[in-house]
Each structure stands twice: as structure tokens, then as C-alpha cells.
């Protein structure tokens, strides 16, 4: 079979299957069905990661899970400040309203 | 299918040469040699801010003002604005006579988690709004947003009505979040916290699969046309820059993505009940001239969702736009080089000086 010919046989299918396949995913029992996924997918990877922290713990160690709740209480004080010194650079431009600057500025 | 003008030997001869180029450029693709380059045009990062940076796209030809800053969506990389040389929204606005600035939110990280959309619209748009101010020696930008980017364009116009704005274009933006499709019903069903990594941020997997079932057969419809023009290195390059685009998602952060679903289940832009940082926002209070391109056969916002933006910002001077492109399409290829970015520059035009 030449590739033109396969390539008619596969729009026929598409064409046939493509609706289908959208009325699936648009149906209420797909969106239950990918909540319940996303939901066991969370209650296994959370029990796995309870007994490797247990394991870790055992050893006197930290888990990954105790770095990564780290992380983001350093994130969430990281963003205060970016947003503090984005407040005092406004400010700050407000009250000196210059023209002109230097290059790129990183703050 | 029969080609006139071509014997059966040509035929045959074509097949084979296409066949040796289809085994040259899939061992190329297998092997990751084949590389292609995305987000070419020359520019400098002007300012930057955490992940945030502000770029300015150098250019000799600025013959417009007020400077155009565009902001992007907080979903996917921005490099679909200049994709490729000669299919690049960012060339033709900078070939335009326009000093464009875009604003990329970057890849976020745990450290983003806890962001709201306050922090984007309240916080950063203003600081980068002023800088680009500052950098040009103007009082005043035009601002486009593309996608969410829209949203958070129309969010900031309206909660900071002193903001110094000449005009307001956006692209492809949502207003009715109950319209949204498959994803939204996900996310309305599933609890966000079983979606959010252990970072705090919703994993660029999931927002993939989301993308993915709005049009579930794409991906395989998408091989096989690479299979068939896989001699063909135009269609490779555009192919991998393409494929390589809606792949590559970025994060989205927890409290972000806790909002969008507060605002989905509320719907809240259309009922009128938008909060930001305790302040009511609304989109009725927008003043500046306002223009809207949609996508008619766009399948992630589609129009019931984009539609009623219009109808819901105040501006006196108002235009939609309805083309026929899909997503992406309006920003890239054919619809966008001769339709989008002449629409989006006349409209501009209009709004800016001629620089001495």
C-alpha cells in the first residue's frame, strides 16, 4: 500500500474517531475518572513517600519530603521579599522620578 | 493519486529520494542532531526579578511610540511570540516601526508557590510598565497581553486605572472560565491539592495532559503527518520548534492555580465579582482603547469563553476581532503574518506617534 493510500485510510479512522474521542474526554465520567486518578496517584506517591521519610528518620536523617517542605517555607519568604523590595523600588522611582538608567538590573 | 506531469519512473524515483531523506532526517531526530533553534530575534534583558525578566528587542528601525510592552501567559514558554526567523510575531511588530518589551515570567520554581495573581498584575506589571517608561523616556506604553497574559492585562488596566496605558490589546483571552472545556470540569471535580507536586506548584505533566485531552487524537494526527513530510527539513525544523513548544510546559504555581479555580467555579469576570488584594475589579471600569483578536476554530480558549470579554470592559473605543485560526495559529504562520500582526500593528499604529 502506497504512503497516499495509508494516509487516506488513517484520515477515514480520524475522522470516524475523533468525535468520539472528544464526546469522551468532554464527558462528566471521564473529568470523575481523572480526578479519582489524580487523587489515588497522591495517596500512593504520599504513602511512599511516608515510609521512605520513616526510613530516613529511622537513620536520623532527613527525607526528601522534610527538605522539600523547606523549600517552599524559604520560597514563601523569598516571595515576601521580592514583593517588599518590588513595593520599595516603586516607591522609591516614585519619589525620584529620574530619566534615563544603566544597563539590566537584577533585584 | 496519479500526479500529472510526473511518469511512473519520476514517481517512483521521487518516492525513493523522499524515503532516503526520511531515514536521513529520522535517524537526525532519534538521535537528537537534529536541533532547532527558537526565540532568535537579538534582544537584552533590561530588568529582571526572581524568574521574571523584562526583555527589550534591539532594533534601528523604531519609528513609533509609546513603546509596546507584551505580556505573556503564565502557561507555556514564550518564545512562540518569535519562533522562527520569517515566523516571528515579535520581527514583524519590530519591522513594524514598534520598540518592543516583552515581559517573560521565566520558569517557577517552590519558590513561586505561594504567588497570586496579585504579585503579577499588583506588583510586577507596574515595576515593569515603569521601567520601561524609564528605559524610553516616555510616560506612557501600549500594553498587549497574549493568552492568560490577557488576563492579566485586563486585571491590571482595571485595578490600576492610573496605570500609564495608551492602549490595550490582547489576544486569545478568556472571560468566561465556565466555557473553557474538559480541563475546566477536571479541574472543578478534582481536589488541586492531589495535583500539586510536592513543590507547591501544579507539575508541567499535568497542565501536558490537560492540553492534551481537549483534542486527544492531535498527537498521533501530528506523527503521522510527520511521517508523511518527514523529507521535507521546512516541515522538520517547524515541526520540532512546534512539537517542542507544546511540550514544553512550565509550572504553574499553587496559588495561582487555587485562584483560577476560584475564579472558574465563581465565574467570576463574568458575574462581576473579581477581587484583587481586597479591592473589587472591574473590567467595566477599563477606559483605554481596547481591541480583542480571537481564534474561531481555537480549541483551548474557545470563542463562547473569549467572546463576552469585549462586552465586559468599559472602553468606549472597542473592537473584536475573529479570525479564522486556531490557538497558536493566530500567532504563528500564515493567519499570523497576514492577518494577527497586521490587524494588532494597524490598530497600534493608530494609538502611536511618528518619532522624529
Known amino acids: 500500500m502506497s504512503p497516499s493510500r495509508l494516509r487516506q485510510v488513517y484520515d477515514r479512522v480520524e475522522k470516524l474517531a475523533t468525535p468520539l474521542a472528544d464526546d469522551l474526554t468532554r464527558s462528566d465520567e471521564f473529568a470523575q475518572i481523572a480526578a479519582l486518578v489524580a487523587g489515588v496517584n497522591k495517596a500512593v506517591r504520599h504513602h511512599t513517600d511516608k515510609m521512605a521519610a520513616r526510613a530516613w528518620h529511622a537513620l536520623n536523617l532527613p527525607a526528601g519530603t522534610d527538605v522539600q517542605r523547606l523549600k517552599v517555607q524559604l520560597g514563601a519568604l523569598d516571595r515576601e521579599v521580592r514583593l517588599l523590595s518590588l513595593e520599595l523600588q516603586q516607591e522609591r522611582s516614585k519619589g525620584v522620578n529620574r530619566r534615563g538608567t544603566s544597563g539590566p538590573e537584577q533585584d | 493519486m496519479a500526479l500529472p506531469g510526473l511518469s511512473r519512473i519520476d514517481r517512483v524515483r521521487r518516492e525513493v529520494e523522499r524515503n532516503a531523506l526520511r531515514a536521513r532526517n529520522g535517524i537526525k531526530m532519534a538521535t537528537g542532531i537534529q536541533r532547532t533553534d527558537v526565540g532568535l530575534s537579538p534582544k537584552d534583558v533590561v530588568w529582571g526579578h526572581g524568574r521574571t525578566q523584562l526583555w527589550h ?26 519562533l522562527r526567523p520569517g515566523n516571528s510575531v515579535i520581527e514583524h511588530l ?56 490577557g488576563v492579566l492585562s485586563v486585571l491590571h488596566a482595571a485595578h490600576h486605572l492610573d496605570s500609564p496605558l495608551r492602549s490595550l490589546t490582547v489576544l486569545t483571552t478568556p472571560a468566561d472560565f465556565q466555557q473553557v472545556g474538559p480541563t475546566r470540569d477536571i479541574m472543578a471535580r478534582s481536589d488541586l491539592e492531589d495535583v500539586l507536586g510536592d513543590d507547591g506548584m501544579v507539575p508541567p505533566s499535568a497542565i501536558l495532559q490537560g492540553f492534551r485531552s481537549l483534542t486527544p487524537l492531535s498527537e498521533i494526527t501530528s506523527r503521522v503527518d510527520l511521517f508523511e513530510k518527514l523529507w521535507s527539513d ?17 509550572p504553574l504555581p499553587g496559588g495561582v492555580a487555587r485562584q483560577m479555580k476560584q475564579l472558574a467555579a465563581d465565574n467570576s469576570l463574568i458575574n462581576d465579582r473579581m477581587y484583587l488584594g481586597g479591592d473589587r475589579v472591574r473590567l467595566s471600569d477599563i477606559r483605554v482603547p481596547f481591541l480583542h483578536v480571537l481564534g474561531l476554530r481555537d480549541h483551548i480558549i474557545p470563542v463562547p469563553a473569549a467572546a463576552p470579554l469585549i462586552g465586559l470592559v468599559g472602553s468606549q473605543e472597542k473592537t473584536e476581532l475573529q479570525l479564522d485560526a486556531g490557538h497558536v495559529g493566530l500567532m504563528v504562520g500564515k493567519t499570523a503574518a497576514r492577518t494577527t500582526v497586521p490587524t494588532v500593528v494597524e490598530f497600534l499604529t493608530k494609538r502611536s506617534e511618528v518619532l522624529s
Open chain 2, 57 to 82: 528587542y534591539r532594533s534601528d528601525q523604531v519609528r513609533l511610540g509609546p513603546p509596546l510592552l507584551i505580556i505573556y501567559s503564565l502557561f507555556n514558554r514564550s518564545y512562540i511570540l518569535d
Open chain 2, 94 to 149: 519590530v519591522n513594524a516601526g514598534f520598540d518592543v518589551y516583552m515581559l517573560d515570567w521565566g520558569v517557577p520554581d517552590e519558590r513561586d508557590a505561594a504567588n497570586q495573581l496579585e504579585d503579577y498584575v499588583d506588583s510586577y506589571m507596574p515595576a515593569a510598565i515603569e521601567r520601561v517608561c524609564r528605559l524610553a523616556g516616555v510616560d506612557e506604553v501600549n500594553l498587549l497581553g497574549y493568552c492568560f497574559g
Open chain 2, 234 to 250: 521546512d516541515y522538520v525544523t517547524a515541526y520540532q520548534a512546534m512539537t517542542g513548544w507544546a511540550t514544553e510546559q512550565v
